[in-house]
């Protein structure tokens, strides 16, 4: 079994920031590809960001210059780190890994951005 444990959401003002931080245990031997997804009411999940080894990431173009995406393979951690954040970035953001083929989700964190 693997468990992931998202953390770093929370309520900001526009233009804030916040860091979300995925941590994954449990039978964890070879991830492949981590990232990041956000669902906002009434909308469908969407990607934000991915980053697979060693290193390459992918952004929604929303994301572009704005969020960051990094992981510590180490500590079997992915983050993301947002800034200038708007009232459209809110949602539910949701940490995803794949490991061997197989997708685990994370059970989400509120990010709500205020105008």
């Known amino acids: 079994q693997v468990q992931l444990v998202e953390s770093g959401g929370g309520l900001v003002q526009a233009g804030g920031s916040l860091r979300l931080s995925c941590a994954a245990s449990?039978?964890?031997?070879?991830?492949?590809?981590m990232g990041w997804y956000r669902q906002a009411p009434g909308k469908q999940r969407e990607l934000v960001a991915t980053?697979?080894?060693?290193?390459?990431?992918n952004y929604a173009d929303s994301a572009k210059g704005r969020f960051t995406i990094s992981r510590d393979n180490g500590k079997n951690t992915v983050y993301l780190q947002m800034n200038s954040l708007k009232p459209e970035d809110t949602a539910v953001y949701y940490c995803?890994?794949?490991?061997?083929?197989?997708?685990?989700w994370g059970q989400g964190t509120q990010v709500t951005v205020s105008s």
């Open positions: 995803k890994i794949t490991q061997w083929g197989i997708q685990y």
């Open positions: 449990g039978s964890i031997f070879n991830i492949n590809t």
């Open positions: 980053i697979a080894t060693p290193g390459r990431t």
